[in-house]
C-alpha cells in the first residue's frame, strides 16, 4: 500500500534521526515492531479512532499492551502519531523503521526456507556461506516449507537463491518439455 509507506516514511525517519546516537536503536526497533504488532489488531485501532477517547488514553492503552518499558523517543512518536490520527499506519513505520537500522549497521534481513528444521550449528554454518555468497551481514528467520522437499531457498531483499529440490525438479521439467 503506497499510501502508508508515504504516510510512515517521515515518521521512521524522525524517529531514527533521534535514536541515531543513542545505543538503544536495536531496542528502540523492537519496541516499535511490538508496538506495530498491537497497532494491527483491528479492535485496538477501532478503539484508537473513537472519537469519545482521548489521544493520552490511547497512548496509555498501546504501553500497557506493550508491557515493556517505551523509550522516550518511542514514546514520543506513539503520541504523535496517535493525535494524528496515524495509528493504522504504525505496522508500516516499523517495518521502515526497521530497514533504516539495518542499512546504518549494514546488516540484511534473510528468509530461509527449508524443507526442515535446521539446527543451531548447521544454520551459523549455512548463514556463514551465506554471508559470502551475499557480500553482507545477514540476520536469518528460518522458514519451514514441506513443500521444497529438499535444500533450501534463500531470500534477501529481492535476491532469491533457490538450491531446493523443487526447483531442481522445475528447471528438469522446463528443459524435457522444451
Same mark, same amino acid.
Given at each position: 500500500m503506497a499510501? @502508508? $509507506?508515504t504516510i510512515a516514511r517521515p515518521y521512521a525517519e524522525a524517529l531514527f534521526k533521534a535514536a541515531a546516537g543513542s545505543p538503544d536503536l536495536a531496542a528502540a526497533a523492537q519496541q516499535l515492531k511490538a508496538l506495530g504488532e498491537v497497532a494491527a489488531d483491528p479492535q485496538l485501532r477501532q478503539f484508537a479512532d473513537s472519537p469519545?477517547?482521548?489521544a493520552g488514553q490511547v497512548v496509555e492503552l498501546f504501553?500497557?499492551?506493550v508491557k515493556a518499558p517505551l523509550a522516550a523517543s518511542v514514546?514520543?512518536? @506513539? $503520541?504523535v502519531v496517535v493525535e494524528n490520527g496515524r495509528v493504522a499506519a504504525l505496522p508500516e513505520i516499523a517495518s521502515q523503521f526497521h530497514a533504516l537500522v539495518n542499512a546504518e549497521s549494514g546488516v540484511s534481513d534473510a528468509t530461509v526456507y527449508s524443507a526442515f528444521d535446521i539446527a543451531p550449528a548447521q544454520l551459523a554454518e549455512v548463514m556463514a556461506s551465506?554471508?559470502?555468497r551475499f557480500g553482507r551481514k545477514l540476520s536469518a528467520t528460518v522458514v519451514v516449507d514441506?513443500?521444497?522437499i529438499g535444500g533450501i531457498r534463500v531470500?534477501?531483499?529481492d535476491e532469491v537463491l533457490d538450491t531446493s529440490v523443487q526447483a531442481r525438479l522445475e528447471?528438469?521439467?522446463?528443459?524435457l518439455t522444451a
Open positions: 499510501e @502508508l $509507506a469519545k477517547v482521548s504501553t500497557s499492551v514514546k514520543n512518536l @506513539l $503520541a551465506l554471508e559470502k514441506a513443500s521444497l531470500v534477501v531483499g528447471q528438469m521439467r522446463v528443459a
